[in-house]
């Protein structure tokens, strides 16, 4: 069974940054590229990032750029998110999603980042 | 960046009846390659986004034949045909054909 499960969020203060990771099951993990879409508390989807199956070519929402890496360890089936400079509006829930056909086709539950003082 | 709009945001209806939503995007989602990367998702209350229909009509594996997708250009419909009480949830369009991926807002479906 394909399977995602999200780590890493947490409470930080502004400023601060976090590493989110996604491991990864039940599929070849580097013949797949994958993203991650974040979710405000009681708001829409919001796609963050995405990154090729080799890791080679990477992709980001114009409010990360500069401040998000994503990256990939296929040898250890892990997805990487590393957060600096973080905000306020970077509050929310965290999704890693595999994809299939450029289509968004399995979805981990999520991991928390609260940006608060 | 391409901009998703969907109608309605909310939709109340009854069991058994059917449903649609309309996606639009701001500019044509024809690929280079000839596809049309629009997807649809359901988010269940509580629950992460569950993939339904990829490139407009596709219904992903394990997905109720009463979901149908539609559409060209700029213009997509889902259809439910027959709502139960499990589609309760939000309704997202999301475009693939370039970067950044973008949802549509949403559609929240209850029942009345």
């Known amino acids: 069974e394909v399977h995602l499960l999200e780590s890493g969020g947490d409470l930080v203060q502004p400023g601060g940054s976090l590493r989110l990771s996604c491991a990864a099951s039940g599929f070849t993990f580097g013949s797949n590229a994958m993203s991650w879409v974040r979710q405000a508390p009681g708001k829409g989807l919001e796609w963050v990032s995405a990154?090729?199956?080799?890791?080679?070519?990477?992709y980001y929402a114009d409010s990360v750029k500069g401040r998000f890496t994503i990256s990939r360890d296929n040898s250890k089936n892990t997805l990487f998110l590393q957060m600096n400079s973080l905000r306020a509006e970077d509050t929310a829930v965290y999704y890693c999603a595999k994809e299939l056909r450029r289509s968004l086709d399995v979805w981990g539950q999520g991991t928390t980042v609260t940006v608060s003082s | 960046d391409i901009v998703m709009t969907q109608t309605p945001l909310s939709s109340p209806v009854t069991l058994g009846q059917p449903a649609s939503i309309s996606c639009r995007s701001s500019q044509g989602l024809v690929h280079s390659d000839g596809n049309t990367y629009l997807s649809w998702l359901q988010q269940r209350p509580g629950q992460p986004p569950r993939l339904l229909i990829y490139k407009i009509s596709n219904r992903f594996s394990g997905v109720p034949d009463r979901f149908s997708g539609s559409g060209a250009g700029t213009d997509f419909t889902l259809k439910i045909s027959r709502v139960e009480a499990e589609d309760v949830g939000i309704y997202y369009c999301m475009q693939a054909t370039q970067f950044p991926f973008t949802f549509g807002p949403g559609t929240k479906v209850d029942i009345k």
């Open positions: 990154i090729s199956g080799s890791g080679s070519s990477t």
